[in-house]
């Protein structure tokens, strides 16, 4: 496993795990300026296997800690990602 930035070619593969998922929510907007961070999980074979943004709030700080959730894949049948 790997951790890389973020790269568009990635989107794809992203909105995949994300709609997997069953979110009741849209998958974000990672080409909006808010987010600080765009980070990118990849398996052994260069595959994106998750995924973490974690955007700034409004005017504040960016936190030195984050609670945002990281998107992963799953394997079939191990129930909820994390």
Known sequence: MHIREYAESDLAALQA??????????????????????????????????????????KSKPRKTSQNPMLTKRKPGQGSAM
């Open 17 to 58: 795990l994300h709609s997997a998922q069953g979110f009741d929510y849209a998958f974000p907007d990672l080409r909006n300026p808010l987010f600080l961070t765009k980070l990118v999980l990849t398996g052994d074979d260069a595959s994106v296997v998750g995924q973490h943004a974690a955007p700034q709030h409004g």
